[in-house]
């Protein structure tokens, strides 16, 4: 265990100095994983809304099919992105294999159905009622959707959190759509992997302190924001 | 008197059954019509057509001189105003709940203010402005419900049982305020109520139905 000791004064030291390399993989990081929640965000949230507040043929199935989504595995979306950003593949002439671009789709592939869902379960837990009292009170239907999800802020802060936290920790998906090249498509959750892999434990133990630094960091804001009293 | 709403031929289908047919119906400007019947006698269905938030399998309903149709039912709904049994406030402060609907008009912030105290006062809430809708007794509660809606000034008040939910006494309190306010506001009126004491006190006019049509 002595090792392991020795690898964290090693990261603290790292982290310490401001490893240029290290500095790089955080921002990238956050780079790619906080673009991916946001894109996630803009598709989920009305995604999620329509599945909860709409009447139609096959919204039973979407909503299940979103909630299978859930438990995507990472490496299965990146076998899918993979097969369809490859050189020979579909969308192979976009030429966005092996970049963080790819990375980003893959990861809100990941995304999407999470925060879809926890929106659409949001919104479902709120008195079917109250939409009916809105339009009562002549709102638009944008303004009752706006209305919802404003009452409904405490769980979809949670959704998005839940969003960016199963991004920013996926390794399978980042791997394969991105390669984790050096100063390129490496990010933290790919490079704990390498470090490890080459017994290099102060840098992955580095690493992973930064990992759980920035998924704190990041989910404090959204705590603050969650918890703060509405401006309506 | 003038006519403010006008329901012709008006049915209501729903799982193929017949749950409303209503050959015709009017409103007078300043009428307070009760509705009244047993459960599932389409009472809060032809309050809901009226609002314009359940359309109807068949018939015409007129709103101050004009039809509503999905294309205006927007405009027709923003004059009118619905109270329900449970008063469905948001979880933000009783002051923002009197302000919702006038906000969802986009009136001028003044005029948005001097409406929402005006209202606050006159049903006895004022010094409740700042306290969270979720700290609020059911009296209160229904206290805010009743003043949101009547901050809009709508040409049509619609109560769905507002009263139902409440303990007799708080219930005779909320009557006899209403009864003022709507004889002070010469607003026109349709109350759902199981309770005839309830029309007797609010209404000018009663409508009974069964089985969804007019009993008498």
């Known amino acids: 265990m002595a090792f392991v000791w020795r690898g964290l004064l090693q990261a603290i030291e790292l982290l310490w100095q401001g490893d240029a390399e290290v500095l790089g993989i955080t921002l990238l990081s956050l780079k790619v994983s906080g673009l991916a929640t946001s894109l996630s965000l803009l598709i989920g949230l009305p995604l999620g809304t329509l599945l909860a507040l709409g009447r139609f043929r096959g919204r039973s199935f979407l909503l299940s099919l979103a909630n299978t989504g859930m438990a995507l595995p990472p490496v299965v979306v990146g076998l899918g992105v993979s097969i369809l950003l490859w050189r020979s593949g579909p969308l192979g002439s976009l030429r966005l294999i092996y970049t963080p671009a790819a990375i980003v789709i893959a990861q809100v592939i990941i995304a999407v159905p999470v925060v879809t869902s926890l929106t659409a379960a949001a919104l479902q837990q709120l008195d079917p009622r109250l939409r009916l009292q809105l339009l009562g009170l002549g709102a638009s239907q944008i303004q009752v959707v706006f209305t919802l999800w404003l009452e409904a802020r405490l769980p979809l802060l949670a959704a998005l959190m839940a969003g960016f936290g199963s991004v920013i920790s996926e390794v399978g998906a980042s791997m394969m759509v991105g390669g984790n090249i050096r100063g390129q498509t490496r990010v933290l959750t790919t490079a704990i992997v390498l470090e490890t892999g080459k017994g290099q434990f102060d840098r992955a133990i580095a690493l992973s302190i930064l990992l759980l630094t920035l998924t704190f960091l990041v989910n404090l804001g959204l705590t603050l924001i969650q918890q703060r009293r509405p401006p309506l | ?216």
Do not use: C
């Open chain 2, 1 to 216: 008197m003038k006519r403010l709403v006008d329901v012709r031929g008006l049915e209501v289908v729903r799982a193929g059954r017949t749950v409303l047919s209503l050959p015709r119906l009017t409103i007078a400007q300043g009428e307070v019509l009760a509705l009244m019947g047993p459960n599932g006698a389409g009472k809060s269905t032809l309050l809901l057509a009226i609002a314009g938030l359940l359309p109807p399998t068949r018939g015409e309903i007129w709103f101050a001189g004009e039809r509503l149709t999905r294309r205006n039912a927007l405009a027709l709904r923003r004059r009118m105003a619905l109270v329900l049994q449970e008063p469905q406030l948001l979880s933000t402060t009783v002051w923002n709940n009197v302000a919702l609907g006038l906000r969802f008009r986009r009136l001028p912030r003044p005029e948005i203010r001097q409406r929402t105290e005006t209202w606050l006062e006159r049903l006895g809430i004022a010094h409740l402005a700042q306290r969270r809708a979720g700290q609020l007794s059911g009296g209160e509660a229904q206290r805010v419900s009743l003043a949101r809606a009547f901050a809009l000034e709508p040409d049509l008040l619609l109560l769905d049982e507002p009263f139902s939910a409440l303990d007799t006494e708080t219930r005779a309190d909320l009557i006899a305020d209403l009864r003022h306010l709507l004889a002070a506001s010469g607003a026109t009126a349709l109350l759902v109520t199981h309770y005839e004491e309830e029309a007797r006190q609010l209404a000018t006019r009663t409508l009974r139905l069964v089985d969804g049509k007019p009993a008498d």
